[in-house]
């Protein structure tokens, strides 16, 4: 019943009818258990999310319309809601580096490792790395260092091991995050993360003061010369990249001048930033020189107000929100993602390489031309899963490293329904935030799919 | 195709049937088996394998791994919870009464012999709730302060006395506290595991109005006590902050935090109750030089006590069984064992004032065995609000005590924060709920009205 058979292919034909009972008869037991795990319980949800449903009986169970979702949006539960809702949005500030650095362990774990060219000078490379190695080790260790010395011994097995197994360690290593428990995962990250004895902050205490010490040493006539220097480069490619934007924008579209003016404003911007670094130099290295306290403390990079949500001055630094973003960084960098562009990768025609090189492209003009259109497909299927999981996610980090603290900064929707389900034990609220936050989800995976998928389809109609 | 489905679903069935044939009996060897939710302390095996073998038809076995309430309610209204569960505390039992889990014992306990008039005046109060009984305790605590003399004779510190004012304390612990010498941080701290609430009690302070319908935590006298928990942190340094807590928190298990500092060496006073003597034993270096005190007092000589106490999961089948096991509780092999163990104090006053108990001749160096009494009749239990549940409000508390010892907020933000965040929820459960609503009209003889004054600055903007 093919379609090369040339009979055709019909559900009333007896051995076809056969075959399909049979298939459902097969599957039955799996959709029983998608219907009453899933299915059901979804369902039941939904309709907990009209009632006043409360573990603890203050009121007699009942209906009460679409009080809990005017609660949370609008009502007394507004607030704390949205609050969360951006420590949510924030914990997702990190996806965008997760991503590049999925990509990028992707192509360097997607070509082999060759030291050397011959069996014998790679193991003879392994064993001077090797050596290297426990010599620093051991000086570090005669040196009062011990934390450093295990961190350097630990960093050469790594590299002898590379040696050894070729790029497979260094996928496997990359990997390891995903197999070990979360749970397990953050007690550790608590751990490296605390204030005084944190292993971080043992190395950033260092890095800091040695700068510190620098900046003592450098005249201040020296960052702010530079200063000046550096702000009179940015103001003439600033004007150049401006000049240039104005003049060809009527030939090339309201897209390009956006595009452009985008780039020269945040060339001026980070110019002005190193400038006023450079001249704050000598004061802004003794102010900023002590090691931020992580999970104990509400600065982040967007100086939110941890009660009113607004960006304050003395809340910028590095915090709680912060050290969960590193975390989660360093958890998804060489997981699924990389996994995702690794096979991406291997579907890249050679050809087009084999094209651009011939025309004399180098290996930046490369990525940008085959490797970054061709993997848009795995990218955006990346970008849709990462907001899903982040809109979803931070129950755990909150709940086995700061139980939501400090002040309420890493709570996040995940967590806040928890609070609300399973604290207080009003499971009908509790559905209407799951409900909410399902909403938001499909409304940006939604928007992702119009605008994001246009995208794909426009660089395989121009790669065609 | 359908002759495999068919094969295979017969296998299935088969071997479902065989597994349910093979099941072990509930009643192992014709002993009714009985679940009991309670921490891994090590002195519970004990305490089990006495109550087995005094009731050979029954098989008590211990669960630790659901020990939070929101296990426990959650599985019992699911239908597959334990018989016995452990409440810690006013709060959990009220939350477990108020998931209706808890099976309402006043009459069977009156019957049975494990009524709380046998009990303390003050668990006896904390476990009543609006008249009756729905649990016993296993054991009540009362805090004192441990210390270590070997780090006293170290720093030459003159041994405290009995009962301590809050400066004598400070004077103390500022001579015990010492900063590391070739790192930030301190080498060792005057003192460890202090409770705020204490400190508000021993101010003079309260946590709610006598009415139990406005929470007071913003008074002079609690924000003496709060300010005072925050200087012993932030001015003083002689007690550890969130950083240092941090350390210890990621441990788990019981038995552990402030009280390992203690045996190290770490800490020189250290607050617990009775039962840190379980862990603290096992420290070889700390035999005769462990000494116990009051906990210092202010306008107040208060301190706070509570009972680990064990209900009966009201969907129990096996109900008998688990009334027989509150009658052990009772009984005088399982006070005997208490008192032994050092499972804090027996749930049965008379106990404390037997030589057994003041005199343990297995720890004769243990000569202070008196003050935990004295400390247990001096005490008080914490106040609930009939308008506010109570772990809702102690995580409002918790969190923003948190913040302060983080030097997050100052006390005074705290103690108004406090009091303005716990009001705002009793006025919004207010609002919501005609049940506080009529538990309003109980505590104060008039009707709730949301357009009062008194309640306006806790309206949604």
Known sequence: MSAGSGKTFSWKHRRARSDLHAAMLFLMPNLFGLLAFVVFPVLFSLVMAFTNWDLTHREPFGAVGLENFRD????????????????????????????AGSLLLAILVNRPIRIGKTYVRRWLAGAVVFLAGVCVALALWQAGRQGFSVAVLWVTVAAVLGVAAGVVFFRTMFYLPQFTAGVAIFVLWKNLFQPQFGLINQVLGLLLSTLVKLAGWVPPAVPKSLGVIVAAMVAWLTLKKLHQTISKSPAEGIGFLIKHLIATVILA???????????????????ESAPPAWLLSVKNLWAMDPEEIWPKRQFWGLGARDAIVFMSIWATIGGGNMLLYLAGLTTIPRELYEAVEVDGAGRWAKFRHVTWPQLAPTTFFIVVLSIIAGLQGGFEQARVMTQGGPAETTVTLGYYIYLVGFQEFQLGLASAICWIVFGIIFAVTAL???YGNRYIQVDETVNM | MRRIFWAILFVLLAGSFLAWRLKPDTSEHGRTRLVWISDDNPVRREQIEIFNRSHPDILLTLDPGNIWMEKIIVQSIGGVGPDLFDAVGRYTIYGLVEAGVAMDLTDLAREHGFDLKRTWPAIAKELQIDGRQYSFPCNVVASVLFYNKALFDEYGVAYPPRDWTWDEFVDTASRLTRKARNRSGYECFGVAGLHWYELVLQAGGRMYSDDGTRCVLNSTKALKGIRFYYDLIHKYHIMPGPDDEALIRSEGGWGVG?????GAGRVAMVRSGRAGLITLREYEALRGKIGAVHLPHDAEKAGLV?????????????????ITFL?????????????????????????VDRDGFLHDPAHADEDFNDIFAEAMRRGVVPE??????PWV????????IQDMSGNLRSPEETAEQMAFRVNRRIYQNLCKYQTFRDRYMTCTGKAFDAGDQQWKQYRQE
């Not at chain 1, 949370?72 to 991503?99: A, C, D, H, Q």
């Not at chain 1, 110019?271 to 130099?281: E, H, N, S, Y």
């Not at chain 2, 399982?334 to 008379?350: C, F, G, H, K, M």
């Open chain 2, 393 to 400: 409000a102690n995580k409002i508390m918790y969190d923003l």
């Open chain 2, 306 to 322: 509570y009972s680990r106490n064990c209900a009966v999961n009201r969907q129990s089948t096996n109900r008998d069984a688990a």
């Open chain 2, 327 to 351: 009658e052990y509780l009772a009984s005088d092999a399982y006070n005997t064992q208490i008192v032994r163990s050092a499972d804090s104090l027996p749930p049965i006053p008379e106990y």
């Open chain 2, 258 to 262: 402030f009280l390992k500092w203690f």
């Open chain 1, 448 to 450: 992702n799919w119009r």
């Open chain 1, 72 to 99: 949370i949006l609008w009502g007394e539960r507004s607030k704390e809601f949205w609050k969360y809702f951006l420590n949510t949005v924030y914990f997702m500030l990190g996806m965008p580096v997760s991503i």
């Open chain 2, 384 to 389: 609930i609000s009939p308008l506010i549940s």
């Open chain 1, 269 to 287: 911007l980070g110019g002005a930033g190193f400038v006023w670094m450079c001249w704050r130099f000598p004061g802004l290295a003794e102010a």
